[in-house]
T-cell receptor
Framework: TQLLEQSPQFLSIQEGENLTVYCNSS?????LQWYRQEPGEGPVLLVT?????EVKKLKRLTFQFGDARKDSSLHITAAQPGDTGLYLC????????????FGKGTKLTVNP | NAGVTQTPKFRVLKTGQSMTLLCAQD?????MYWYRQDPGMGLRLIHY???????AKGEVPDGYNVSRLKKQNFLLGLESAAPSQTSVYFC???????????FGPGTRLTVL
């Protein structure tokens, strides 16, 4: 069974701080997706990384896919209260791309 | 475009009652999915569809049925609700199965 472990589970920081959250697995993934979910809403896709070592930037968010394609990280620079939410990573299973496996998420709170 | 819509947004059932959750998408996506999200468990795939008239089981299909009579609609049915089905249900769609998921706003279901 392919699992995605996310850490930390909870993170509370002050506005302006930098942070990194992690998504790790013992399995190789062909790609990984990152989502942000705000309270009472569905997850929203932020980015997909597909190549080992790939780095993608989305404004203050930097996503990296590990060289071995077993892990990924999300770094946020100068966090803002609007970054508050649940960050989820997800990857296609060996059973087929339809069966996306999700990590349990990192709940981020950015305090003003 | 409305994207992915779900009805109802909230529902309370008694054990043994039945109900149907409706999902609609206006993006002409072939693939549609039903997930449930529970604290500490993350998002888990219930059923999915690779096109009109097709359905397939996901990770946690027991107690649920689905139908995809029209490409834009995906229905999730609970024939005899149980308290263990108390959860938040999300519908999602994607163009290719490797693509990111577009999620609806969710339905919060409580079974008493």
């Amino acid at each position: 069974t392919q699992l995605l472990e996310q850490s930390p589970q909870f993170l509370s920081i002050q506005e302006g701080e930098n942070l990194t959250v992690y998504c790790n697995s013992s399995s190789v993934f062909s790609s990984l997706q990152w989502y942000r979910q705000e309270p009472g809403e569905g997850p929203v896709l932020l980015v997909t990384v597909v190549t080992g070592g790939e780095v993608k930037k989305l404004k203050r968010l930097t996503f990296q896919f590990g060289d071995a394609r077993k892990d990924s990280s999300l770094h946020i620079t100068a966090a803002q209260p609007g970054d508050t939410g649940l960050y989820l990573c997800a990857g296609p299973t060996q059973g087929g791309s339809e069966k996306l496996v999700f990590g349990k998420g990192t709940k981020l709170t950015v305090n003003p | 475009n409305a994207g992915v819509t779900q009805t109802p947004k909230f529902r309370v059932l008694k054990t043994g009652q039945s109900m149907t959750l409706l999902c609609a998408q206006d993006m002409n996506h072939e693939y549609m999915y039903w997930y449930r999200q529970d604290p500490g468990m993350g998002l888990r795939l219930i059923h999915y569809s690779v096109g009109e008239g097709t359905t397939a089981k996901g990770e946690v299909p027991d107690g649920y049925n689905v139908s995809r009579l029209k490409k834009q609609n995906f229905l999730l049915g609970l024939e005899s609700a149980a308290p263990s089905q108390t959860s938040v249900y999300f519908c999602a769609s994607s163009l290719p199965p490797t693509g990111g998921r577009y999620f609806g706003p969710g339905t919060r279901l409580t079974v008493l």
